[in-house]
């Protein structure tokens, strides 16, 4: 009797072994399940953000080389000119113009035919735009004036003529109208000459645009 009571415990335990170990496979594989789920999740995220970075990266390249081109600036330019006679039908684009107004001291990108046009087309220019680009045409030709004083004092320096206090004075004028690092490195590079015609260009623009 005692013997059949121990054989149906040790046949319970076992069942409960059983039961248990089961349990866990379940337990396990849903476990598995689950991450396998979220690491198929985080790989479709990964893959989103790459696509978007992708996409993103293509726009901003297609929005630069669309106005890489100085000659769809000049067709722009010159569409607006022709603008009530001829056949091609003007539309106004901001990126070109903001690029035309960069770039339009720029001898070789804005050539003198199409800076004619383009003192036209300043002239058209309201409020805030037309202020921003006056401004700026002073602060060139004032910079170059200061550049034009100091190159001359150089020379009367090589001579023994020039007096200290009017070169301290004038060096002190040039910082005041220096503008951005670009701008100042660009200026250095150029030669006297093309100095000289950024000049009179920014002389052009504060011409047509010093009254509305």
């Not at 696509?51 to 000659?71: F, G, L, V």
């Not at 023994?160 to 009017?166: L, S």
Request: aromatic share 6%; net charge positive; no cysteine.
């Amino acid at each position: 009797m005692g013997a059949g009571k121990n054989k149906a415990h040790r046949k319970k335990r076992i069942s409960k072994h059983v039961l248990e170990s089961q349990k866990n496979k379940i337990e396990q594989s849903s476990n598995d399940i689950i991450s396998s789920s979220t690491t198929h999740d985080n790989t479709h995220d990964e893959q989103s953000t790459d696509n978007q970075a992708i996409s993103s990266s293509k726009k901003q390249k297609k929005i630069k080389n669309h106005i890489k081109d100085p000659k769809e600036a000049h067709t722009y330019l010159s569409t607006w000119k022709h603008r009530s006679t001829g056949d091609n039908v003007w539309r106004f684009n901001k990126n070109t113009q903001s690029w035309l107004v960069r770039h339009m001291y720029d001898v070789d990108k804005i050539p003198k035919n199409i800076f004619e046009i383009m003192i036209l087309y300043l002239d058209d220019l309201k409020g805030a735009s037309r202020e921003r680009v006056h401004d700026d045409a002073v602060r060139r030709a004032v910079q170059y004036k200061n550049w034009e004083k100091k190159k001359n004092e150089n020379k009367k320096e090589e001579k023994g003529e020039e007096d200290d206090k009017d070169k301290s004075n004038n060096d002190n004028n040039a910082d005041d109208v220096k503008g951005d690092d670009d701008d100042e490195t660009i200026w250095n590079s150029l030669s006297d000459k093309d100095k000289r015609k950024q000049y009179k260009r920014a002389r052009k623009v504060i011409d047509v645009l010093k009254s509305e």
